[in-house]
C-alpha cells in the first residue's frame, strides 16, 4: 500500500486533522462505520463509539468534527475515568474560582469527545442529559443564571451501556440520547485488511526510524496479518516496533515472528497467572484462618491501628480468598436511599465479590472499598 503523506501525519498522531477521505483509504474493514460517520457528521446530536480505546477511536471523532460545519471551531479530548465526581464536574463545567470554564464552554460551538463516557458518576450523566436537551448550562455562581451552548458530543465506551443501564449504573436518558447515533468499531482480529495497510506502514516507519533494512518473508507477513489481535492498531504498532529492534536477521522468518508474539501475547499471561496462583494459593492456606477471625471480628480501628504490612495481608486476603458464589452474593440486601451504598452492591454483584474488581471499577484502593463493606454491614 502507498502512503500519502497526510497519512503520515494522521498515524502520527496530530491532532483534529483526520478526515473520511483519508480513513476510507487507511481502513478499508471500516467503511460501512465510516459511511455512517460521515452521515452523522451533519447532525449535531450526540454520537456513540464502542470500541476499545486506541487511535482509531481519536481519528473518527476527528473526522466527524472535520466533516462538519463545525470544521476550525474548537476540538477537544477529555477523559474522566478514575476522577471523582467534583473532579469530573470541574472539568466538564469549570472551576469560577480558578477563572476556568469548563472543557463543555471551550468546545462552544465544536466538539467535545468524552473518552469513556461509562466513567460517569451518576450526579454527571444528569447534569449532562440536562445540558444536551437544554442547551444550557447553569452558572456556577448563580444558580438563576445560564448560557446557551452549541457543542456536539462524541462519547466512547468499551462497556455494554445496556448491562450497565440494568444495574443502575447508567442513566436510561443518556443511554438512549447517545445511541440513536450509535459507531462500533471492531478489534483488530476482525480486520484483517486493515491488519495489512497497518503492518505495512508501521513496519517500514520503523525500520526508517531505527535505520534497518528489515524484510518479511510472504509466510511471516500472513502469521502477523492472520494472528488474533485482541485490541487495536497500538498493540500492531507496538510488536512492529520490538520486531524491527530485535529481529535477528535482516530477513526476518515464520519461526522468529511466532516465537515473538507467543512471548508477548501468550507466554506472558501465563507466568504471572501460575506465579499469583501459587504464592496466592500458599498464603491462603497457611493465613486464612486467623485472617478470617481478623476479618469478621475486628473494628475498622483495630485494623487500622495494625502494622501495615499485616494490614496489607489482612485486605489482600480479603480480595483474594475462596470467591464468594454469585448466588450467595448479598441475596438480601435491598436497595436503599444511600446512592453510594447502592452502587457499592451492584458493582459487587456484577463482578461475583471480588473485590480487586469492584475497588478498580469505582475509583477506589481496595482498602477504601473493605471499609465501606464494613460501614454499610455488606459482609
Excluded at 44 to 56: K, N, R, Y
Excluded at 77 to 89: F, H, P, R, Y
Aim: proline share 4%.
Amino acid at each position: 500500500m502507498n502512503f500519502k503523506p497526510s497519512d503520515i501525519v494522521l498515524l502520527h498522531g496530530d491532532p483534529a486533522v483526520a478526515t473520511f477521505d483519508m480513513l476510507e483509504h487507511l481502513f478499508v474493514d471500516l467503511k460501512p462505520e465510516l459511511e455512517k460517520a460521515r452521515l452523522y457528521a451533519r447532525s449535531s446530536s450526540p454520537v456513540l463509539i464502542e470500541a476499545s480505546a486506541g487511535p482509531e477511536l481519536e481519528m473518527i471523532g476527528q473526522a466527524i468534527h472535520n466533516g462538519s460545519d463545525r470544521k476550525g471551531k474548537s476540538y477537544a479530548v477529555i477523559s474522566l475515568s478514575g476522577l471523582t465526581n467534583e473532579d469530573q464536574n470541574r472539568i466538564l463545567f469549570g472551576d469560577p474560582r480558578m477563572g476556568r470554564e469548563g472543557a463543555l464552554m471551550d468546545c462552544n460551538h465544536g466538539t467535545l469527545m468524552i473518552q469513556g463516557i461509562d466513567k460517569l458518576t451518576l450526579p454527571m450523566q444528569s447534569q449532562l442529559a440536562r445540558v444536551i436537551r437544554t442547551k444550557r448550562i447553569a452558572s456556577q455562581t448563580n444558580f438563576a443564571q445560564y448560557r446557551y451552548i452549541d457543542v456536539r458530543i462524541i462519547g466512547t465506551t468499551s462497556k455494554n451501556l445496556t448491562e450497565l443501564r440494568n444495574q443502575f449504573l447508567f442513566r436510561s436518558d443518556l443511554l438512549f440520547t447517545f445511541r440513536a447515533l450509535r459507531l462500533r468499531v471492531p478489534k483488530l482480529k476482525k480486520r484483517p485488511h486493515d491488519v495489512e495497510n497497518m503492518l505495512d506502514f508501521y513496519f517500514n516507519d520503523y525500520n526508517r526510524e531505527y535505520e534497518m533494512h528489515h524484510t518479511l518473508t510472504p509466510h511471516a507477513r500472513e502469521t502477523i496479518i492472520h494472528y488474533p489481535w485482541d485490541s487495536n492498531i497500538m498493540q500492531l504498532s507496538a510488536f512492529c516496533e520490538r520486531l524491527v529492534l530485535t529481529a535477528p536477521d535482516v530477513v526476518i522468518h515464520t519461526g522468529y515472528v511466532q516465537s515473538l508474539l507467543a512471548e508477548l501475547y501468550e507466554q506472558d499471561s501465563a507466568i504471572y497467572v501460575t506465579e499469583n496462583s501459587a504464592s496466592m494459593e500458599g498464603s491462603t492456606a497457611q493465613e486464612s484462618p486467623v485472617l478470617r477471625h481478623i476479618l469478621n471480628r475486628a473494628s475498622l480501628s483495630e485494623v487500622d491501628s495494625m502494622p501495615s504490612s499485616t494490614r496489607s495481608n489482612v485486605v489482600a486476603a480479603s480480595i483474594h480468598s475462596e470467591t464468594t458464589a454469585p448466588s450467595a452474593l448479598l441475596p438480601h440486601i435491598p436497595e436503599s436511599n444511600d446512592i453510594y451504598r447502592d452502587l457499592i452492591v451492584a458493582c459487587l454483584r456484577k463482578n461475583n465479590g471480588n473485590r480487586k474488581l469492584t475497588a478498580q471499577e469505582l475509583g477506589i484502593s481496595t482498602t477504601t472499598l473493605w471499609r465501606k463493606i464494613r460501614y454499610y454491614h455488606l459482609e
